[in-house]
């Protein structure tokens, strides 16, 4: 849950480059034939009306009963490693090796997030809390 919740606010690649091909209407915008287009995580990953009214706090229940539930089985909703065949090809080990840290990590600690902590993304190539993000860790046992 705190992976696919921090991955949402902070994903690691900043938009999806597509080309338009034939002229395309969206909405009331019209995209003319062969030009270059950004999607940008940070606007889909923020769109209250996937995400909710409360979509700018850190809510990792989001995602308790899993990305599909979470995104209303959208695929495009949630993409922080990219969509479809241009993929990021690290998105599978980077999910395991974030997972393998953070469960060694809660083997031995609690982590909560600061009351200092202020939500503030920044797209700079990839989203990144613009203050870092301050936790406390607890120790779960003393074996002293």
Known sequence: MIIYETLRLYGPSNGLQRRVTRKVQLGK?????NIDILVQNIAVHHDPHQWG???HLFKPERFEE???K??????????PFGLGPRSCVGMSFAITETKVALSMILQRYTI???PAYVHSPMPILAIRPQHGIQVILELL???A
Do not use: C, R
Not at 29 to 33: D, E, F, K
Not at 70 to 76: D, E, F, L, S, V
């Open 112 to 114: 909560t997030l600061s």
């Open 141 to 143: 046992h003393n074996n």
């Open 70 to 79: 979470a995104t209303n089985y959208n695929a495009a909703a949630f993409f």
């Open 29 to 33: 915008l019209v995209l003319p034939a």
């Open 66 to 68: 899993g990305i599909a």
């Open 53 to 55: 009214d409360d979509i």
